[in-house]
């Protein structure tokens, strides 16, 4: 794997965590308090190029590839977590419309995607679960189109996405069933439930998503009918190693957050940063960053060889979302009480990381996925 970084990766990079400083952070805490979808800040980004990082110039994008993303994901999220998981969304939406969509696909919705006058979500999971076996939303042939009838959970960015990638069984029991759909939720028959209040990720607004007899197009197919296992493994390894770089960004926030609460504060006339059990906090919370950011950066470089990538973003994912948790808990026990307090960045960091545990599929849901490719080999 090459570590050197080409010079559009570096200054998108640098862009990000110019804004990621000066225009994100401060409006974080209002954003989390607020539960409030940072839709300035969305444009800003997307005026600036930043949605669909990965997509090629033509289509709207910034023509660069997955590592530029995760870097940018990574330094936006250090500033407000919730817009980069919005960010992240988009972007995955983004990059399933290029690899599986057809022309007029691409032509409809990647132009604006990328420049943000349209949003994106991405709806998989269901009441039985958040895997490609637990889908029970069903799309009946209904003349040339079908019509999509179940319900979603958790979809992040429902309730404010003008279209949604829909994975929904085209021939139940039939071993190739899953298909992909982009769905307009503008179409008569689908609503959103109200958004969620969730512990963390709090401005990337999420809700369930009911589909009643929406009539689909043929042209609605994303991939072929049956193929959206293939969708799904594609966009998961994208999401994965998105929540592996977002998962870096918060804990690169609350490790600055504790260093430089650390370097402040006296007990009994001293800095606590001059007490050891400090210290080897700090060294283990570096080192997991680092560690972190490597195996984000090599899951990233995968895709863009184009080398199979489940294992290394099910790694990143893992690896990156463990630290984020364990590093923001001791940013928490750094800051002793005022860690526990709204008034310090490190409460807010330590609730987004949990949920980084979580969503894109839990950490031990990454561990079979690891190991089931170990087994394979
Ligand atoms: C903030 C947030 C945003 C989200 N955004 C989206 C989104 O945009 N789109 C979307 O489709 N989904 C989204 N999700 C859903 C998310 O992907 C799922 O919540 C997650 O994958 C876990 O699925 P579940 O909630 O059904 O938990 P369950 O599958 O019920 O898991 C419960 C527990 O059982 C464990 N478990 C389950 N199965 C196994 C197994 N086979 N072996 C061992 N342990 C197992 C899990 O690890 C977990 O600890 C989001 C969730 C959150 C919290």
Redesign the pocket.
Known sequence: MDLDLTDAQRALRDQAREVSLRELSPQAAEIDSQQRFPRQAVERLAKLGMLGVAVPKEWGGAGLDAVAAALMIEELASGCASTAAVVS?QGLVCESILRFGTEAQKRAWLPPLTSGAKLG?????EAG??GPG?VDTLARRDGEGVLLRGS??????APVAEVALVFALTAPGAKDSLSAFLVSTASAGVSCGPAHG?L??RG?V?SAMTFDDVHLPSAALLGTEGGGRAVLRFALDGARVGAAALSVGIACAAFAAATRYALGRRTNGELIANHQAIQFKLADMSTQVDAARLLTWRAAAARDRGASVSAFASMAKLVASEAASHVAGNAVQVLGGNGCLADYPVERHFRDAK?TE????????QR?GIASALLKE
Not at 121 to 125: D, G, M, Q, Y
Not at 152 to 157: A, D, G, N
Request: with cysteine; proline share 0%; aromatic share 10%.
């Open positions: 969304v979500c991405f709806a998989l999971t679960g958040s637990c979603k959970s958790f979809v992040t960015c969730k963390g990720l990337a999420s949920v979580i969503y894109e599929g839990t950490s031990d849901v079979l």
